[in-house]
């Protein structure tokens, strides 16, 4: 019997990373490693328990990372701007280095279009182009990569953008975007996508494809969210000046990404579609709320408890 061929994932035990892990130890043609800096944590024993190889190790440390790509075919690879700022290219490129030291035969990297380019130089979105530097550095060093350009998680309800309560007894979301479709998708339909390209080596090295589950307007998202949760919820045009202001952290760098969104990029149909032959259990937002209906009432319900 021919032994099974090694993935290492990193950010397994994070939302891409996990998504993965999960779906390539469902398929079972692959074994699968994931790589963490902490083995004991929650999620890298749960990995440990549903059959993953765990693997301590450092994106800082470019020599953990080719001690975690011994005998590997392949890489998925994930970058976490949100903790690490303008530190992510260097981690990126440890990683990418290690990619071509240990001759991994298929590289999948998660990575973004260049928003500063998409602008001429007027929105500078470093969580974006730091990523396109490193599509861009991986083609340099010539090795066979696929790039996977995320979609804004449909999770991001749950965390960055949660509903806000309206003083007319609704919800609100408000950012940037405008009336430009926002293409969304849920981090669970990664997985399956990335498994369908390790599965297609030949079809998919060279290639970048854009993981999309919905390509609606913020209005459409909104009519959805009443419709389903059963409370009106609208969504606020916030232009990107003012949204900046806002001066929260990372307040001047989301306004940048949906600006450029707004104006440069009017929708990504053929993302959608070839995400839908990818994985076609890939999850339209309303079927994706339909099943989250439980969390979202008790996330308002939370909230009128507390403005009440
Ligand atoms: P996440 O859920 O926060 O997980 C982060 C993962 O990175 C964890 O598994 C963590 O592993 C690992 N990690 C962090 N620093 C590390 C280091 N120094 N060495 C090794 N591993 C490290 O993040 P995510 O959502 O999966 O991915 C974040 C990326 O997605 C960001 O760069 C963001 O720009 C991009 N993105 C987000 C969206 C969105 O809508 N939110 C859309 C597209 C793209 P351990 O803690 O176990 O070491």
Redesign the pocket.
């Known amino acids: 019997m021919n032994q099974k061929k090694t993935i290492l994932v990193?950010?397994?035990?994070?939302?891409?990373?996990?998504?993965v892990a999960k779906a390539l130890l469902a398929e079972n043609n692959f074994t699968v490693r994931v790589?963490?800096?902490?083995a004991q944590?929650e999620?890298?024993l749960e990995l440990q328990q549903a059959g993953a190889e765990v693997v301590t190790?450092?994106?800082?440390d470019i020599d953990s990372i080719k001690n975690a790509m011994h005998n590997c075919y392949g890489v998925f690879g994930?970058?976490?701007?949100?903790?690490?700022f303008e530190k992510?290219y260097q981690?990126g490129k440890n990683l990418i280095e290690a990619v071509k030291q240990m001759n991994v035969e298929h590289f999948v990297l998660?990575t973004?279009p260049d928003y500063n380019k998409l602008s001429n130089g007027q929105y500078p979105t470093p969580?974006?182009d730091i990523?396109a530097a490193l599509q861009a550095y991986t083609n340099t060093q010539n090795i066979p990569a696929t790039f996977m350009?995320?979609?804004?998680?449909y999770?991001?309800f749950f965390?960055?953008f949660p509903l806000q309560k309206s003083a007319d007894g609704g919800y609100s979301f408000g950012f940037p975007q405008g009336d430009t479709k926002l293409a969304?998708v849920s981090?669970e339909d990664l997985g399956p996508v990335v498994a369908a390209v390790f599965n297609h080596p030949a079809e998919y090295i060279g290639r970048t494809v854009g993981v999309v589950g919905a390509d609606d307007t913020c209005y459409e998202y909104a009519a959805t969210l009443s419709r389903v949760l059963e409370k009106k919820v609208n969504y606020h045009y916030i232009p990107r000046d003012e949204y900046a202001a806002l001066g929260f952290a990372g307040a001047e760098e989301l306004a940048n990404m949906f600006e450029v969104q707004r104006l440069y990029i009017p929708q990504r149909q053929i993302d959608l579609i070839e995400s839908y032959g990818l994985n076609p259990a890939m999850q339209p937002f309303e079927r994706w709320l339909s099943k989250n209906k439980s969390r979202f009432t008790a996330m308002m319900q939370t909230e009128e408890a507390i403005t009440a």
């Open positions: 990193t950010g397994a035990t994070g939302a891409q990373g996990g998504s790589f963490t800096r902490n944590s999620k890298a190790g450092d994106l800082d994930v970058t976490n701007f949100w903790e690490h992510e981690q998660h973004l969580h974006c990523k350009q995320v979609a804004f998680y999770e991001n965390t960055f969304m981090i």
